[in-house]
C-alpha cells in the first residue's frame, strides 16, 4: 500500500471516528424534554409545538429556548441604553475548501529489464485540504429572562 492511499484511510477512519463521536455528543429536541419533562408539561399547547419543531419566540423564557435549541455555543453580557441583556449565539460548522497542498511522496519501484536492476522513484503526492470554519447561525437576545430579539440567518 502506498503512502497516499494509507494517508486516505487513516483520514476517512479519523473522519468516520469524529462523526460518530460528534453524534453521540449531540442532544435531541425530544432528549432535551426529557431532561425536564415538568417544564415542558406545564406550557401551552403552541409553545410546547414550537419547541418540538426546534422553534423559538419572543418571551420564551431561557429554559424554554434550552429545550427548543440545546446548550448555545457562546453566552455573552450585552450593554446597553435599556440595561443589561444577554444573548445566546448558535453557530453553524463546516469545512471550507482550503486547496491543494503537498503531503508528502509516494515511492514508485520500477525494474529495469535491460540492465536488470530496480530503480525507486518518488512522486510528489498532493491532496486537497479543508479548514474548519464556524458561522454564527442564530443569536438570541434575553432581557429580564425572556427572549425580545432573535436574530437569524436567511439563505
Known amino acids: 500500500m502506498n503512502y497516499f492511499h494509507l494517508n486516505r484511510r487513516l483520514l476517512t477512519t479519523f473522519m468516520l471516528a469524529a462523526s460518530l463521536g460528534f453524534l453521540t455528543g449531540c442532544q435531541s429536541v425530544d432528549s432535551r424534554i426529557k431532561e425536564n419533562p ?92 479543508y479548514r474548519p470554519e464556524a458561522e454564527e447561525r442564530i443569536r438570541v437576545v434575553f432581557e429580564n429572562g425572556k427572549v425580545t430579539v432573535i436574530e437569524q440567518t436567511k439563505n
Not at 418540538?52 to 450585552?78: H, S, W
Open 38 to 129: 415538568q417544564l415542558f408539561a406545564n406550557l401551552d399547547a403552541e409553545s410546547q409545538a414550537k419547541i418540538k419543531q426546534g422553534n423559538i419566540d419572543l418571551g420564551f423564557t431561557e429554559d424554554m429556548v434550552y429545550l427548543a435549541l440545546g446548550a448555545p455555543d457562546q453566552k455573552r453580557e450585552v450593554r446597553s441604553g435599556k440595561g443589561l441583556s444577554t444573548a445566546w449565539i448558535y453557530n453553524s460548522y463546516f469545512e471550507r475548501y482550503d486547496g491543494t497542498r503537498f503531503v508528502g511522496y509516494d515511492r514508485r519501484l520500477y525494474y529495469d529489464s535491460a540492465r536488470n536492476t530496480y530503480h525507486v522513484n518518488f512522486v510528489p503526492v498532493y491532496a486537497a485540504t
